[in-house]
């Protein structure tokens, strides 16, 4: 007979913020003994990071329907009934105890499909606006374990708060070893930039416009920009060495915890994985909220960080104006840098506990499912 307590079926993927804490949830299940299978969407661009860390997954047919037009909803309730029987089966072979879903599409049908098989779901919500995924999925879950003071109010009585699932690296990078590995300098503050895990041509253009504006801090800053494309790069490198900056430009950075050790300021996009991991590493930030987002949940992100003081949140439309004098503002000042810094301690959640409490979460439901 099948251990289904020992057997957690995760829905995850599409965009690194829905993804990365999955991965964080899949390791710490994994550490436990546990076995793990993903269900993303079809062609996710998450197999191959699933592949590298041994992980297996089934591919299940999935649409949006929130907010289309009339023919895309029906387009995309058709591709939901395809994925609701695709996931039945799916369940139907791996028998877990419980499911633990992330939002993004394919959490809707996986969902819709424990709940059809009696089998516990558990969700993760990792914006403090939940998109519309989550709040559909929601009426069918035990529980919603959120990352934020203020998200409760949509989950129907569910919600507990938990914090969101930041990877192990981020907690124990070494200032100094990291310095070395970067190649930066040591008598000089860093100023990391970057808009997320696709880049953002927007910031990008801004910071290289920027930097002669920044001429009096040539002596006493260096940056790490990572652009998200090498294209981007190419046309960055020539500025910074133009301006007279030290500069590390990266097209990517699959080891953020030492981009994150090596700074005293963050430029950056807020979605929920960077505002979290600024939180884990207390960086103060300037914010720049992705403007087209879902329900605008970057600024809503952005106001926690702000409303602490630990960031300041500057509309992408103002951007051009506005990001000179901040940074030369906050970069200068050592007293203000540091109160940002002591200012997460306001934070009302551990996320160092997280994984663990929402693996404890998980693993009791699916107890609970073995058992009755």
């Known amino acids: 007979m099948t251990n289904k307590q020992n057997r957690i079926l995760i829905a995850a993927g599409g965009t690194g913020g829905h993804f990365y804490p999955a991965m964080v949830l899949a390791k710490e299940l994994a550490g436990r003994n546990v076995k793990v299978l993903f269900a993303v969407k079809i062609n996710d661009s998450t197999r191959a990071r699933l592949k590298t860390d041994n992980f297996e997954f089934r591919e299940i047919p999935c649409a949006p329907f929130f907010g289309q037009s009339p023919v895309k909803i029906i387009f995309g309730l058709a591709a939901n009934f395809r994925g609701v029987c695709r996931a039945m089966s799916v369940l139907r072979d791996f028998k877990p105890g419980c499911v633990a879903s992330f939002g993004a599409y394919v959490s809707v049908p996986v969902v819709l499909a424990a709940f059809l098989m009696r089998i516990p779901v558990v969700l993760h919500e990792q914006n403090i606006v939940p998109g519309w995924a989550n709040r559909f999925s929601a009426f069918f879950a035990k529980k919603v374990a959120v990352s934020f003071l203020g998200s409760e109010k949509y989950f129907h009585g569910k919600a507990y ?22 190649g930066l300098r040591g008598d000089r503050k860093t100023v990391l930039v970057f808009g997320g895990s696709a880049g953002a041509k927007s910031i990008n253009s801004c910071m290289g416009n920027a930097l002669g504006g920044l001429s009096s801090l040539r002596d006493s800053v260096q940056f790490i920009h990572i652009t998200g494309s090498a294209a981007e790069s190419e046309m960055l490198r020539p500025q910074y060495v ?4 030290h500069a590390v430009v990266l097209d990517y950075c699959n080891e953020m915890e030492n981009c994150y050790a090596c700074s005293d300021l963050a430029v950056c996009r807020s979605g929920a994985t960077t505002v979290s991991e600024l939180i884990v590493t207390k960086t103060p930030a300037i ?86």
């Open 287 to 372: 914010l720049i909220p992705f403007p087209y987002a879902i329900n605008d949940h970057q600024k809503k992100n952005a106001d926690i960080l702000e409303n602490m003081g630990s960031a300041v949140t500057i509309l992408e439309s103002k951007m051009a104006a506005e990001l000179v004098l901040r940074l030369k503002e906050i970069v200068s000042s050592d007293e203000m840098l540091a109160g940002m810094r002591r200012s997460y301690d306001k934070f009302p959640v551990s996320l160092k506990d997280a994984p663990a409490k929402l693996a404890d979460t998980v693993l009791s439901f699916a107890n609970e499912h073995e058992e009755s």
């Open 242 to 245: 133009e301006s007279g900056f």
């Open 161 to 182: 708060i938990a914090g969101n699932l930041v990877r192990s690296e981020i907690f124990s990078a070494d200032r100094q070893k990291a310095l070395m590995t970067l």
